[in-house]
């Protein structure tokens, strides 16, 4: 069955520290993949998306992930972080083609202490 | 954003009442979905259309129908709410398969 896992329900960094939050996929084949942003009480927002190509994708707020392939995964990574990203972040996926039907994870808290 | 407005923004409802959420949009996007987000459960698609009367399930469906009679309007109906359907449901647009997916604000739902 097609799945998305996000093994870290909570983090807490320490503002100025680096962030990994760690996203795994089940598909058939290699899917679109999207990381998402929500602050509380707000919709989310799309901090990065990878379709094809260079690996490393670079998303807005400083944010980037690698899509690595032989271990079907698709980590977020900033290099130091801000008190103003602490927020909830999703991994998604999405068939290349056919019924375009997003998957999610079921999510990773961040909480940054100052 | 993609001029995505959801209503009713927060409803509380009875158990066994129908119930029917809005979702409009202003950017002429293909697709429109419906999700719930519940705790521990990240977000999960409950409908999406691909097209203007074109529906299809997701994966929590039972209990919930859709309806597209226009582009900009995506509509979803509770026929009998039940309390395991408090929730807060977002509604998403898209435009095209390598587009960027775009979220509403949200409807706050609660089944007493």
């Known amino acids: 069955a097609q799945s998305v896992t996000q093994p870290d329900i909570h983090i807490t960094v320490s503002e100025g520290a680096s962030l990994e939050l760690r996203c795994n996929y089940s598909?058939?084949?290699?899917?679109?993949l999207f990381w998402y942003v929500q602050s509380p009480g707000q919709g989310l927002q799309l901090l990065l998306k990878?379709?094809?190509?260079?690996?490393l994708v670079q998303g807005i707020k400083g944010f980037e992930a690698e899509f690595k392939r032989s271990q079907s995964s698709f980590n977020l990574r900033k290099p130091s972080v801000h008190w103003s990203d602490a927020a909830e972040y999703f991994c998604a996926v999405a068939p290349t083609s056919g019924t375009y039907k997003y998957i999610f994870g079921t999510g990773t808290r961040l909480k940054v202490l100052a | 954003d993609a001029g995505i407005t959801q209503s009713p923004r927060h409803k509380v409802t009875e158990t066994g009442t129908p119930v029917t959420l809005r979702c409009h949009q202003t950017e002429n996007h293909r697709y429109m979905y419906w999700y719930r987000q519940d705790p521990g459960h990240g977000l999960r698609l409950i409908h999406y259309?691909?097209?203007?009367?074109?529906?299809d399930k997701g994966e929590v469906s039972d209990g919930y129908s859709v309806s597209r009679s226009k582009t900009e309007d995506f509509l979803l109906t509770l026929e009998s709410a039940t309390s395991s359907q408090t929730s807060v449901y977002f509604c998403a647009t898209l435009a095209g398969p390598t587009d960027t997916q775009y979220f509403g604000p949200g409807t706050r739902l609660t089944v007493l």
């Open positions: 259309s691909y097209g203007v009367k074109d529906t």
């Open positions: 598909y058939g084949a290699t899917p679109y």
């Open positions: 990878y379709f094809s190509g260079d690996t």
